[in-house]
């Protein structure tokens, strides 16, 4: 029902923004062709994406647990695998690949505390009170990482439900990766 957008056919005010996913990328992945029907959310996507992966407190399998949990948790079919990918690429721990995309525990107790962070979050609508943000405090985390994982999840929220919306295509840099999600 939506279309796959390329650089020549994409509304104007798309086109830089895929240009930049081409070259972050080295592609232009199938939820950016379908973003490009919205400029200002594509937009806001990439912005949030972009933050959250620069200017956040997180290191790179931080980002990604965060990234991966709302993924799971929102049953993305496209998140999971691409994230998988991006993941395998930067070569990060396959057991802390195969916990998120499994939905069981992750081998780092900080990283756990970060997960069910996130997770609580996602689950109570960010209606988690005091007890769960000072478990996640005393993890390690900083108060001002407590607000960064929101940026993250307002980038997943717009991923996430774009894809449900749309049933967006996994790339085939990423088919290796497809996913379902476990029955518990």
């Given at each position: 029902?939506?279309?796959?957008?390329?650089?020549?056919?994409?509304?104007?005010?798309?086109?830089?923004?895929?240009?930049?996913?081409?070259?972050?990328?080295?592609?232009?992945p199938?939820?950016?062709?379908?973003?490009?029907?919205?400029?200002?959310?594509?937009?806001?996507?990439?912005?949030?994406?972009?933050?959250?992966?620069?200017?956040?407190?997180?290191?790179?399998?931080?980002?990604?647990?965060?990234?991966?949990?709302?993924?799971?948790?929102?049953?993305?079919?496209?998140?999971?695998?691409?994230?998988?990918?991006?993941?395998?690429?930067?070569?990060?721990?396959?057991?802390?690949?195969?916990?998120?995309?499994?939905?069981?525990?992750?081998?780092?107790?900080?990283?756990?505390?970060?997960?069910?962070?996130?997770?609580?979050?996602?689950?109570n609508?960010?209606?988690?009170?005091?007890?769960?943000?000072?478990?996640?405090?005393?993890?390690?985390?900083?108060?001002?990482?407590?607000?960064?994982?929101?940026?993250?999840?307002?980038?997943?929220?717009?991923?996430?439900?774009?894809?449900?919306?749309?049933?967006?295509?996994?790339?085939?840099?990423?088919?290796?990766?497809?996913?379902?999600?476990?029955?518990?």
């Amino acid at each position: 029902m939506f279309t796959y957008y390329e650089l020549d056919t994409a509304p104007e005010e798309s086109k830089p923004l895929m240009e930049q996913s081409l070259a972050g990328f080295g592609m232009i992945p199938n939820l950016h062709k379908i973003l490009a029907e919205a400029p200002a959310t594509y937009k806001a996507y990439n912005q949030t994406f972009t933050s959250f992966m620069k200017e956040t407190a997180f290191s790179p399998v931080e980002q990604q647990v965060v990234f991966m949990t709302s993924n799971f948790e929102n049953n993305c079919h496209y998140c999971v695998p691409g994230h998988t990918w991006m993941m395998k690429s930067s070569k990060m721990p396959d057991d802390v690949i195969e916990a998120l995309r499994n939905g069981t525990n992750l081998p780092d107790a900080k990283l756990q505390a970060l997960h069910d962070f996130t997770k609580a979050l996602l689950d109570n609508r960010g209606h988690i009170g005091d007890d769960k943000l000072n478990e996640f405090l005393n993890a390690g985390y900083t108060k001002r990482q407590a607000l960064e994982v929101l940026t993250g999840l307002a980038s997943k929220l717009i991923s996430n439900f774009t894809n449900a919306l749309t049933h967006t295509k996994v790339d085939d840099a990423m088919k290796s990766y497809v996913w379902e999600k476990p029955e518990k």
